[in-house]
């Protein structure tokens, strides 16, 4: 079969690769009925992650079980099943406080921009549907595996609360992720930081109540004026950088949590200044497969509509444009039919 490897830096070829096998009695072989490009897939893709190997791209996946290995209990062969990016076991201390994604037999999900793809882990690590969902469902079924689960754990870590005032920072994918969260959790009032007009629109769709384009100082400022000076309740950071970080820090009231999901490059912190600003962190990489059965439900009942955030679809083969679009922000989210 044919499946995605980046070989360096915006080298990223849709070339020959073996196909997948059932390695260890916990794993299964799934179909996939869709994947997609991760913002996070865009930092070994600009080089600003080294890459030192051919590395199987894609870590988001939805799609058919294929094959179970002997040791799989939950899920069989023809069932539709959706699974975190970070596979967990599901039964370690870690994962039952619900932090899945510090799993002690923790990996991370590769080879799923591929027709098919092995999961380790099965039991710990994939949901099943009751049915076969219908077929305009699959692109938001496809987002709670990793980008509106990651949206959703911003606002988790950021204790949105309901009525509550919440900032986010980052209007990619994720971001867009956070406010659809930040609304279902009822917040009163959700500003959303974006320069970018198809960006803010989709952001208001989702739920946002206010949206400010000023970026460093300036939004800064705007963001304590739209909050009578106090600062927000609740700050999600979905970027990663020093100039976000220090957003999110800066429009976070005294005693205000901050959930951040950016990967973070170059993100560094002065004690003392942490100290003073009185100011909670929680992040990390998300604890998607404690979310999954709540997402996937409201995706099933319609609830809402994650799947939107998609605004480009192409064939899997053409993966490389994908990529592309996303690097030069011609696109926020790729996705790829198989
Ligand atoms: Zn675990």
């Given amino acids: 079969m044919k499946g995605t490897i980046l070989h360096g830096p915006r080298d990223v070829r849709f070339e020959e690769v073996p196909e997948p096998k059932i390695l260890k009695p916990t794993d299964v072989i799934i179909r996939l009925s869709a994947t997609c490009i991760c913002g996070s897939d865009l930092w070994p893709f600009r080089g600003l992650n080294e890459v030192t190997e051919p590395m199987a791209m894609g870590h988001e996946y939805c799609g058919i079980v294929e094959e179970t290995g002997s040791?799989?209990?939950?899920?069989?062969?023809?069932?539709?099943?959706?699974?975190?990016f970070c596979i967990s076991d599901n039964t370690c201390p870690h994962c039952r406080f619900g932090f899945q994604s510090s799993c002690e037999q923790r990996?991370?999900?590769?080879?799923?921009?591929?027709?098919?793809?092995?999961?380790p882990l099965a039991d710990g690590t994939l949901v099943a549907t009751l049915d076969m969902p219908s077929d305009d469902l699959i692109p938001s079924l496809l987002a709670t595996s990793d980008v509106l689960g990651t949206g959703w754990y911003a606002a988790d870590a950021a204790r949105v609360q309901q009525e509550s005032t919440v900032v986010v920072v980052g209007d990619?994918?994720?971001g867009l992720m956070g406010v659809l969260a930040a609304k279902q959790m009822r917040a009163g009032r959700i500003i959303a930081m974006s320069r970018h007009k198809t960006r803010q629109d989709l952001a208001l769709e989702y739920g946002a109540?206010?949206?400010?384009?000023?970026?460093?100082?300036?939004?800064?400022?705007?963001?304590?004026?739209?909050?009578?000076?106090?600062?927000?309740?609740?700050?999600?950071?979905?970027?990663?950088?020093?100039?976000?970080?220090?957003?999110?820090?800066?429009?976070?009231?005294?005693?205000?949590?901050?959930?951040?999901?950016?990967?973070?490059?170059g993100v560094q912190f002065d004690g003392q200044q942490l100290f003073f600003s009185q100011r909670g962190l929680l992040g990390g990489p998300a604890p998607v497969r404690r979310f999954l059965p709540h997402l996937m439900d409201l995706v099933l009942e319609r609830k809402i509509n994650p799947g939107k955030v998609f605004d480009l679809?192409?064939?899997?083969?053409?993966?490389?444009?994908?990529?592309?679009?996303?690097?030069?922000?011609?696109?926020?989210?790729?996705?790829?039919?198989v």
């Fill in 71 to 84: 040791a799989v209990k939950t899920v069989r062969p023809g069932q539709f099943v959706v699974g975190s």
């Fill in 107 to 119: 990996e991370f999900m590769t080879g799923a921009q591929a027709p098919l793809a092995r999961v």
């Fill in 172 to 174: 990619g994918a994720v």
């Fill in 209 to 265: 109540t206010d949206i400010v384009s000023e970026r460093g100082d300036e939004g800064i400022v705007r963001v304590k004026t739209l909050t009578n000076g106090v600062g927000a309740d609740s700050v999600l950071e979905c970027v990663g950088t020093q100039e976000s970080m220090r957003q999110a820090l800066q429009c976070a009231r005294p005693g205000a949590m901050i959930g951040y999901v950016g990967v973070p490059h």
């Fill in 313 to 337: 679809t192409l064939p899997l083969a053409d993966v490389a444009e994908g990529y592309r679009a996303m690097d030069e922000r011609r696109a926020i989210k790729t996705l790829l039919r």
